[in-house]
């Protein structure tokens, strides 16, 4: 039960998903209170959505592989942010934490536009080191490619939206909520069912509300 | 309390799904042993993903206005069953319980074909008064508008697949699980573990594993 508590739950998430902010801040609450360990993933709708991947364990269009400035605003956007995001890693896990946050809060709680601008805020506001951000973002070939390693790792299990957690168990669903949850109560209890319903004897492959 | 328990539960189902068997005989331990209330509803798969349907809630091409002979095998199938099912429930509540997990279990246990010969013995086997049945279904203008009512509600709601469950409270979902489950224990355990889910505090849309 120990090693449970501490091999990590991957949270493959997307900057531009509302769902997935909830669901870091749903992740950081329970790391912070509970002591549970999860891992920062990178998943692109802008990928998994593109046109050119039918096939969603087997995309041929990479988001990692496109020039900056390339492509639609949401596919500039989500490029960005997802190299800002493997440059904030590399100053470490809480760096990583704090700007992932920020720049969340900053599109979905504050409603900012999701571009440079805001990055470079969130960047601030997380203390991160900007010199070097800026620098290791100037040659970004070693974030392009960690960024790969999430897309790919996603794509092979299927990820298909934001969030997806994946237990260390290997047991992995979507979780769409609508309600922010910033009480170490409310994530327990949520983070509780979601287990369940992952790990019933019945076998739930989908709970789904009607739109 | 005791109001929700004999207020009934809808449950929207397709004789085409391999998950709606698995529904229908859940809500029937549910029934039998928790008294629980069903109402065996009807929602088209073929309606639902029909290419002159593109908004689920607002359908041009309804199922139940198809000529008999008419349309794909499964669309012929499907309607054949579901006005089956329709005269069934003519000659009672048990008779509809009956005849619907005869024709379920016929196709998805079994692995019959879905097709008049399948509908005439699991109508058989249900106890139905065939001559009766076989009267109701030759003037078929009545079965045809109790279906309609059926999809008309599906679609109001929004529904996309089967089962699907519609409490009394309102709250409804879609719930696809792989295990076949007919003991009283696993049948209260997963529905118990679905309510928790619609009444969840942090307002739960979807739990969805990728596949």
Same mark, same amino acid.
């Given at each position: 039960?120990?090693?449970?508590?501490?091999?990590?739950?991957?949270?493959y998430? +997307?900057?531009?998903?509302?769902?997935a902010?909830?669901?870091v801040?749903?992740?950081d609450?329970?790391?912070?209170?509970?002591?549970?360990?999860?891992?920062?993933?990178h998943?692109?709708?802008?990928?998994?959505?593109?046109?050119e991947?039918? +096939?969603?364990?087997?995309?041929?269009w990479?988001?990692?592989?496109?020039?900056?400035?390339?492509?639609?605003?949401?596919?500039?956007?989500?490029l960005?942010?997802?190299?800002?995001?493997?440059?904030?890693?590399?100053?470490?896990?809480? *760096?990583?934490?704090?700007?992932?946050? *920020?720049?969340?809060r900053?599109?979905?709680?504050?409603?900012g536009?999701l571009?440079?601008?805001?990055?470079?805020a969130?960047?601030?506001e =997380?203390?991160?080191?900007?010199t070097?951000?800026?620098?290791?973002? =100037?040659?970004d070939?070693?974030l392009?490619e960690?960024?790969?390693?999430?897309?790919? +790792?996603?794509?092979?299990?299927?990820?298909?939206?934001?969030?997806?957690?994946?237990?260390?168990?290997?047991?992995?669903?979507?979780?769409?909520f609508?309600?922010?949850?910033?009480?170490g109560?409310?994530?327990?209890?949520l983070w509780e069912?979601?287990?369940e319903?992952l790990?019933s004897?019945?076998?739930?492959?989908?709970?789904?509300r009607?739109?």
């Amino acid at each position: 039960m120990t090693a449970s508590r501490t091999a990590p739950t991957d949270l493959y998430f +997307d900057f531009l998903c509302p769902f997935a902010w909830r669901g870091v801040e749903l992740a950081d609450v329970l790391r912070r209170e509970q002591r549970l360990s999860f891992r920062l993933r990178h998943f692109s709708l802008v990928q998994g959505n593109h046109p050119e991947n039918p +096939d969603r364990k087997n995309p041929t269009w990479w988001l990692h592989e496109q020039g900056a400035g390339e492509g639609s605003p949401s596919q500039q956007a989500s490029l960005s942010a997802f190299l800002a995001g493997q440059a904030a890693a590399l100053q470490g896990e809480e *760096a990583a934490w704090a700007f992932t946050l *920020a720049l969340l809060r900053a599109r979905h709680e504050h409603k900012g536009e999701l571009d440079e601008g805001t990055i470079r805020a969130a960047a601030g506001e =997380a203390g991160l080191d900007l010199t070097r951000l800026e620098a290791t973002l =100037a040659d970004d070939a070693v974030l392009r490619e960690a960024l790969a390693a999430d897309l790919r +790792d996603a794509a092979a299990l299927g990820v298909f939206g934001t969030p997806t957690f994946v237990l260390p168990d290997g047991h992995a669903a979507y979780l769409r909520f609508s309600k922010l949850i910033r009480d170490g109560t409310g994530a327990q209890a949520l983070w509780e069912l979601y287990g369940e319903v992952l790990h019933s004897g019945a076998g739930i492959e989908t709970i789904k509300r009607p739109r």
